[in-house]
C-alpha cells in the first residue's frame, strides 16, 4: 500500500474543454479504462497523462485528490505521480483485457465478504464506503476520503497485475476501514504522531481478521507473502527485540523512512540485510495471536491508538521475553 501526491501541473491540461464523446461522469473502473485506453494507446506520455486526467481523474477530482494521491499531505508528488502513470501505462498493454474480469471479480467477492465480516464486527456498516478505481502505486488501502471520512479504494488494475488472492485480501482490508472508523486507526496505522508499533498493531489485526474469515488458506497466503509463512516461531524472542530497537519510532517520518521500510516494505533484494520483506506483517500476526490469548477481537479492535500501542509494547516485551514495566 503505497500513497502519494500529484501537482497542477499534471493536472492542468485535464481541465479545459468540453468532455470526449462517451465520457463518463461517473464511469465504473472498466468504463473509464476503456475510455482512456481507446484514445491514449499509442499516444505519446504528455498526451497519454492529459487523457487519464480527462478521463479517469476529473469525474472523480475529490477522491483522486483526498485520497489516491493524498495531496494535502503529499503536496509535492507530480514527479512520483508521473512516473507511476509511464510504468502503469506501459503495464496496459498486457493488462487491458483482464481489468473488466478483475472488476467483475470484485464485484461479485465484496456483497459475500462483507456478509462475513459483519457477522464478526455486527457493528460494522452494511455499505462502507469502498469505491473500485485505476491508480498505480497500490493495489488496496484505506485513506481519508474528500469530506475527512475513512475510505477503502481497491485500484482494479493493479488487483489485476498481482492476480492478488481477493478472498484473503478483501477481509484484510475490509478491517483497516472498520479499525479506521471504530478506532481512529486512519491509513492502516501509518498516522502522524504514531509509532511503528501502530501499524504493527494493525496490520495484525487485519491478518488475524483474514486468518479468522478464511482459514482454508496457509499462513504465507494470509500474509499475502508466501516466504514469510516459513518463518520459525523460534525466531519470535529475537525479531521481537529487533523490533522494540525500533518501536518508538515514527511510523510517518520523511525524513527518515528507513525504519518503517525495514519491517514493512517490500524492497530490493538484500536491502533488509537478513530481515524478509515486510517481516512487521508477521511479527504483528504474531503479537495479536498472543494478546488474543486473554482479550477479544471485537475488545482490540476498539482500542484507540495510544492503548494499541501500549498493549502491542507489552506484547512484544513477552514475546522477547523481557520484563515488563511497570504501570
Known amino acids: 500500500m503505497?500513497?502519494?501526491?500529484?501537482?497542477?501541473?499534471?493536472?492542468?491540461?485535464?481541465?479545459?474543454?468540453?468532455?470526449?464523446?462517451?465520457?463518463?461522469?461517473?464511469?465504473?473502473?472498466?468504463?473509464?479504462?476503456?475510455?482512456?485506453?481507446?484514445?491514449?494507446?499509442?499516444?505519446?506520455?504528455?498526451?497519454?497523462?492529459?487523457?487519464?486526467?480527462?478521463?479517469?481523474?476529473?469525474?472523480?477530482?475529490?477522491?483522486?485528490?483526498?485520497?489516491?494521491?493524498?495531496?494535502?499531505?503529499?503536496?509535492?508528488?507530480?514527479?512520483?505521480?508521473?512516473?507511476?502513470?509511464?510504468?502503469?501505462?506501459?503495464?496496459?498493454?498486457?493488462?487491458?483485457?483482464?481489468i473488466p474480469a478483475e472488476e467483475r471479480a470484485l464485484e461479485e467477492a465484496i456483497p459475500g465478504t462483507l456478509a462475513r465480516f459483519k457477522a464478526l464486527f455486527p457493528e460494522a456498516p452494511v455499505h462502507p464506503a469502498i469505491h473500485l478505481v485505476l491508480a498505480p502505486g497500490f493495489d488496496a488501502k484505506s485513506a481519508v476520503g474528500p469530506d475527512g471520512a475513512p475510505v477503502l479504494l481497491l485500484?482494479?488494475?493493479?488487483?489485476?497485475?498481482?492476480?492478488?488472492?481477493?478472498?484473503?485480501?478483501?477481509?484484510?482490508?475490509?478491517?483497516?476501514?472498520?479499525?479506521?472508523?471504530?478506532?481512529?486507526?486512519?491509513?492502516?496505522?501509518?498516522?502522524?504522531?504514531?509509532?511503528?508499533?501502530?501499524?504493527?498493531?494493525?496490520?495484525?489485526?487485519?491478518?488475524f481478521v483474514s486468518a479468522t474469515l478464511v482459514p482454508n488458506r496457509t499462513e504465507g497466503q494470509w500474509l499475502l507473502q508466501e516466504d514469510l509463512g516459513t518463518l520459525p516461531l523460534d525466531r519470535l524472542p529475537e525479531l521481537s527485540r529487533r523490533f522494540l530497537a525500533d518501536a518508538d519510532r515514527l511510523a510517518a517520518d520523511?525524513?527518515?523512512?528507513?525504519?518503517?521500510?525495514?519491517?514493512?516494505?517490500?524492497?530490493?533484494?538484500?536491502?533488509?540485510?537478513?530481515?524478509?520483506?515486510?517481516?512487521?506483517?508477521?511479527?504483528?500476526?504474531?503479537?495479536?495471536?498472543?494478546?488474543?490469548?486473554t482479550r477479544s477481537l471485537q475488545e482490540m479492535a476498539a482500542w484507540p491508538p495510544a492503548r494499541a500501542e501500549a498493549e502491542a509494547r507489552a506484547a512484544l516485551k513477552a514475546l522477547a521475553g523481557l520484563p515488563q514495566t511497570a504501570p
Open 254 to 293: 520523511p525524513g527518515h523512512p528507513e525504519a518503517f521500510r525495514r519491517w514493512f516494505n517490500a524492497s530490493p533484494a538484500g536491502i533488509h540485510g537478513d530481515l524478509l520483506d515486510r517481516t512487521g506483517y508477521w511479527l504483528g500476526l504474531q503479537v495479536v495471536r498472543h494478546l488474543s490469548r
Open 155 to 207: 485500484a482494479v488494475d493493479s488487483l489485476a497485475l498481482e492476480d492478488a488472492d481477493l478472498g484473503v485480501l478483501l477481509p484484510h482490508e475490509l478491517f483497516h476501514l472498520y479499525h479506521a472508523r471504530r478506532a481512529g486507526v486512519l491509513n492502516d496505522g501509518v498516522m502522524p504522531g504514531a509509532t511503528l508499533l501502530l501499524p504493527l498493531f494493525a496490520e495484525g489485526m487485519a491478518t
Open 2 to 98: 503505497i500513497r502519494r501526491a500529484l501537482t497542477a501541473v499534471l493536472l492542468a491540461p485535464a481541465l479545459a474543454g468540453a468532455p470526449l464523446a462517451g465520457e463518463s461522469t461517473a464511469a465504473s473502473a472498466t468504463v473509464a479504462f476503456e475510455a482512456f485506453w481507446s484514445r491514449a494507446e499509442g499516444q505519446p506520455f504528455d498526451a497519454q497523462v492529459a487523457l487519464w486526467n480527462r478521463i479517469v481523474e476529473v469525474p472523480r477530482q475529490a477522491l483522486y485528490e483526498a485520497a489516491v494521491w493524498e495531496t494535502r499531505d503529499h503536496p509535492d508528488g507530480g514527479a512520483r505521480k508521473a512516473r507511476l502513470l509511464r510504468q502503469r501505462f506501459a503495464a496496459y498493454r498486457r493488462l487491458a483485457t483482464r
